[in-house]
């Protein structure tokens, strides 16, 4: 070990850093934020925020140009430049997180609320959505795997750890009937899920035609049932 003098004797409250540990991002609680590009040879205080903030977190993607950023209890910052520029992301309601974690890109976040639910964003906390049937509980940890699809949380009260897998397809139907169709014809797809959820642009369903598979699209958002048409050809 050899210790990174350059940086200066802080209440260092976290660190995060690229993939290859060139670039860094460090925060200091009741502090300022500071970042360096040469392995910690150097730092540099982020001028971005000229007044203290009491941090408590800090994430980086492998590439280190994805950084986010959290204060206590409330406001959570995202960076797409490596730091040289933030935008404040609010979690809807302005409630106050007591965990939070990222996806290995960043571009999913999720956090715990004391005596409230789970919330989660997949655009780097541009939105936020409510994960309901976590329930209310003192969730103090939350972690979510690298992919985004998983996520596992403490609740405090009972001592118990609970996971939350991807949403699975539950059923699929349609509201026409058994019988001969033909071209120009529209066939509704329903596809029903497990859970609520969101999709990021549109759902593809490849259906089995014969020689040649059709495809039809939909969007949902915050919902169990998806519809797709299918116009016969």
Known sequence: WSAKTASGQKNWQAIATSWDGNKLVAVVKNGFMYKSVN??????QNTSFPAEKNW???FSSIDGTKLVAAESAWN??????SGTTWIEKIPSGNKGWNSIDTNS???K????????????SINSGGTWDEISTSGKKT???VSLSGDGKKIYANDATDGYIFSLAP?????ITSDAVNGTYRPGDIID???NFSEPVTSTGDVTVTLETGATDRTCKFSITNAKTGTCNYTIQ
């Not at 392995?39 to 540099?44: D, E, L, P, V």
């Open 39 to 44: 392995w910690g040879g150097t730092w540099t």
């Open 56 to 58: 408590q977190v800090v």
């Open 76 to 81: 959570i910052f995202s960076s797409s430049d």
């Open 105 to 107: 890109d960043l571009t």
């Open 109 to 120: 976040i999720v956090i715990g609320i004391t005596n409230e639910t789970i919330y989660t």
């Open 139 to 141: 969730w103090t940890l």
């Open 167 to 171: 949403a699975t397809i539950s059923e």
């Open 189 to 191: 797809i329903d596809l």
